[in-house]
């Protein structure tokens, strides 16, 4: 995928919840470090929310 079409794309939202469970709510699913791990290698960037507070954690 092009840079220009990362640019485009808004960050990829994963919930963290009180249960330690991980909620994609681009894909309205449950995902595991591992997914994350995946995630990350392809070059997604993401933000998290933990207890209602946005944290940004881009990864390039």
Do not use: W
Request: aromatic fraction near 8%.
């Amino acid at each position: 995928m092009s840079e220009e079409n990362e640019a485009e794309k808004p960050p990829i939202t994963i919930k963290k919840y009180a249960n330690r469970r991980l909620y994609n709510t681009a894909t309205s699913s449950y995902v595991t470090l591992e997914n994350l791990a995946t995630m990350v290698k392809e070059g997604s960037i993401f933000e998290s929310e933990t207890s209602g507070v946005p944290h940004n954690i881009d990864f390039l």
